[in-house]
Nanobody
Framework: QVQLVESGGGFVQAGGSLRLSCAAS????????MGWFRQAPGKERQFVAA???????YYGDSVKGRFTISRDNAKNTVDLQMNSLKPEDTAVYYC??????????????????WGQGTQVTVSS
């Protein structure tokens, strides 16, 4: 069965950095586009970043220039490097995988599989 397991979350002060990692198993990783989404309490799930099978990258407006998504097909992992963190980045961060998106990698409903999430807390 497909499993996506996130790691690397934690507590950091504003301006700091964290690196999230998602380890995938049970799927042919190189065939999937991968995405990161986040959800803060009382808010809808928000697109953060995505990387296609061909390594094209996409970012939400609020994280452009601060976050970087990357993938390693040899290790079946997708990482999210988060720099210059702000309190508004506080959320549970989810990794997701999609074999073939009908419309856009920025839409949560396009994704086939999801991880359990990892908490990121940024203090001011």
């Amino acid at each position: 069965q497909v499993q996506l397991v996130e790691s690397g979350g934690g507590f950091v002060q504003a301006g700091g950095s964290l690196r999230l990692s998602c380890a995938a198993s049970g799927l042919t990783f190189s065939r999937y586009a991968m995405g990161w989404f986040r959800q803060a309490p009382g808010k809808e799930r928000q697109f953060v970043a995505a990387i296609s099978r061909s390594y094209s990258t996409y970012y939400g407006d609020s994280v452009k220039g601060r976050f970087t998504i990357s993938r390693d097909n040899a290790k079946n992992t997708v990482d999210l490097q988060m720099n210059s963190l702000k309190p508004e980045d506080t959320a549970v961060y989810y990794c997701a995988a999609v074999l073939r998106a009908a419309h856009s990698l920025m839409i949560a409903g396009e994704y086939d599989y999801w991880g359990q999430g990892t908490q990121v807390t940024v203090s001011s």
